[in-house]
């Protein structure tokens, strides 16, 4: 039997105006906790008012909220199915001769668009608002100001040429203003793509209108003895913007913004797989979301008796952070290139997918 479009369209609409509520208490509760957290980093801080917190807090919002679409609409489904069992709705749909597969396909339209509508709309708002939430941070709540430090690994730079690559290594970049510090610093030269050609150990580098201009440099080469001089210069095209860009968080990046994933697949390092991680993991949210209708459907298809309702809840918030850690740990293992980005991305999605399709069929046609 096909499903009528007036009772597609019911569902649909019970099911959006349980994906709204569910969302305004996410966004509450996330309104709640970063403005407790943002007043007690700003604690003894006299250059940051109440207003300037309340900013922060609004722009950090549409991000943090955008990343509870997945889990938003596992527990609007749960609420949709739910009632429409409670209210033996569903029971007479389906002994109407309406499968679970049919009425589960307005919902699944439904969360496939709010998917794509996240993606291509929501995310490009909340990058360019946490990317002025990010600057107000570093302004007044981080300790370094407009110095940056990174320690530990240190900091990669790469640049290519008809020439070949130059890699610069170091422990610590400063950026005072317009100008970039590195210091100390290891410069890797290479012919073509591996052919190594020689390393240049300097013991500082400032970056000029296109060349870095080092001190107490030692120049090596293979079978050749070390050379050292007071100063050197290194031709280069990086400038304080592509530097800058390469530090930035990949959720500051919208979708829309093909350039900068172009960019990240000619470029090596962290930085680069975590935007590329970023891009493939927003290809991938539409069918997460799906995916997470599929689990929802599992736990409500069967009547629901006196008690059940703990248990449905219950088995939701269990499934959502399985899935939130699941992700997490599969983000983890693309990011140590242990598998490969589009696995790492579309894996949670599939996983996840096939799950809800397996447990369907055994309980629909086993």
């Given amino acids: 039997m096909r499903i009528l479009p007036t009772l597609s369209i019911y569902i649909a609409r019970q099911f959006i105006a349980h994906f709204l509520m569910v969302m305004g208490l996410f966004a509450f509760l996330i309104l709640v906790f970063d403005t407790v957290e943002l007043l007690r980093r700003a604690a003894g801080r006299p250059n940051i008012g109440l207003s300037t917190i309340a900013e922060m807090v609004i722009l950090k919002s549409p991000h943090m909220v955008q990343l509870t679409f997945p889990f938003t609409a596992l527990f609007a489904s749960i609420l949709t199915f739910w009632r429409l069992t409670r209210s033996h709705e569903l029971i007479v749909t389906r002994s109407a001769g309406v499968s679970a597969w049919q009425f589960l396909l307005p919902v699944l339209a439904v969360t496939f668009a709010l998917g794509v509508f996240r993606v291509t709309a929501v995310n490009p708002v909340s990058a360019m608002m946490l990317s002025r939430y990010e600057y107000l941070d570093n302004s007044f709540l981080r300790t370094s100001g407009s110095e940056m430090a990174i320690a530990g690994g240190g900091v990669w730079?790469?640049?290519?040429?008809?020439?070949?690559?130059?890699?610069?290594?170091?422990?610590?970049?400063?950026?005072?203003?317009?100008?970039?510090?590195?210091?100390?610093?290891?410069?890797?030269?290479?012919?073509?793509?591996?052919?190594?050609?020689?390393?240049?150990?300097?013991?500082?580098?400032?970056?000029?209108?296109?060349?870095?201009?080092?001190?107490?440099?030692?120049?090596?080469?293979?079978?050749?003895?070390?050379?050292?001089?007071?100063?050197?210069?290194?031709?280069?095209?990086?400038?304080?913007?592509?530097?800058?860009?390469?530090?930035?968080?990949?959720?500051?990046?919208?979708?829309?913004?093909?350039?900068?994933?172009?960019?990240?697949?000619?470029?090596?390092?962290?930085?680069?797989?975590?935007?590329?991680?970023?891009?493939?993991?927003?290809?991938?949210?539409?069918?997460?979301?799906m995916a997470m209708v599929l689990?929802?459907?599992?736990?409500?298809?069967?009547?629901?008796?006196?008690?059940?309702?703990?248990?449905?809840?219950?088995?939701?918030?269990?499934?959502?952070?399985?899935?939130?850690?699941?992700?997490?740990?599969?983000?983890?293992?693309?990011?140590?290139?242990?598998?490969?980005?589009?696995?790492?991305?579309?894996?949670?999605?599939?996983?996840?997918?096939?799950?809800?399709?397996?447990?369907?069929?055994?309980?629909?046609?086993?």
């Avoid at 500082?204 to 050292?228: D, T």
């Avoid at 530090?247 to 829309?256: L, R, V």
């Fill in 157 to 289: 730079l790469r640049q290519s040429g008809k020439d070949g690559q130059i890699v610069l290594h170091s422990s610590t970049i400063k950026l005072r203003g317009p100008a970039v510090e590195l210091h100390p610093v290891i410069v890797f030269l290479y012919r073509g793509n591996d052919k190594f050609m020689g390393r240049m150990d300097a013991e500082r580098a400032v970056l000029k209108s296109g060349y870095w201009e080092m001190e107490n440099v030692w120049r090596s080469r293979p079978e050749e003895p070390s050379i050292f001089l007071e100063r050197d210069q290194l031709p280069t095209d990086l400038t304080l913007a592509r530097i800058q860009d390469s530090f930035a968080a990949p959720e500051t990046m919208s979708f829309w913004d093909m350039a900068e994933f172009i960019d990240s697949l000619r470029q090596a390092g962290f930085s680069a797989l975590r935007h590329r991680l970023h891009w493939q993991a927003l290809f991938a949210a539409p069918f997460l979301m």
């Fill in 295 to 366: 689990l929802a459907a599992v736990f409500t298809l069967r009547h629901v008796r006196q008690g059940g309702t703990t248990t449905i809840i219950a088995l939701g918030v269990m499934t959502g952070f399985l899935v939130y850690f699941f992700s997490d740990v599969s983000f983890a293992l693309g990011l140590s290139s242990s598998i490969p980005l589009v696995l790492a991305a579309w894996t949670p999605a599939g996983v996840t997918t096939l799950i809800g399709v397996a447990l369907l069929l055994h309980l629909e046609d086993g």
